[in-house]
């Protein structure tokens, strides 16, 4: 596993960043679920109507190649495979009336569909 961290809040553009926003709900969550084992886990899977989807997910397992930062306290993993469409990747989280949960703003997504959660 490759471990990066972040200094002084900034990081190279061939990161994920994580907002203050966002890391500050995944502690939440973790908090609410007693576990401080978990990292939070960002892929890109095939599927959905542009053909890829991200995937967010609270993972315990370290898999070969993983890239790992940490925000603060929180672990942010991605796999190796994942890493490429995912540098440069704002993580964050928004909690308005018309809209509450993460967001990624992907500077190497090149169209979206009307879900979000899929770009190609």
Do not use: W
């Not at 940490?70 to 942010?76: A, L, P, R, T, W």
């Not at 994942?82 to 500077?107: H, M, R, W």
Request: with cysteine; charged share 25%.
């Amino acid at each position: 596993m490759t471990t990066e961290s972040v200094v002084d809040g900034t990081e190279t553009a061939e990161g994920i960043v994580l907002t203050e926003a966002a890391a500050s709900k995944v502690k939440a969550l973790l908090t609410q679920e007693g576990r401080e084992d978990l990292s939070l886990r960002i892929a890109v899977q095939p599927g959905g109507c542009s053909g890829l989807r991200y995937q967010l997910f609270f993972d315990d397992r370290a898999l070969d190649g993983d890239i790992a930062k940490d925000f603060g306290g929180v672990s942010v993993v991605t796999d190796r495979m994942s890493a490429p469409y995912l540098g440069g990747a704002v993580i964050d989280f928004v909690d308005t009336i018309e809209k509450q949960g993460f967001t990624i703003d992907n500077p190497n997504a090149t169209g979206s569909c009307a879900c979000g959660d899929s770009f190609h």
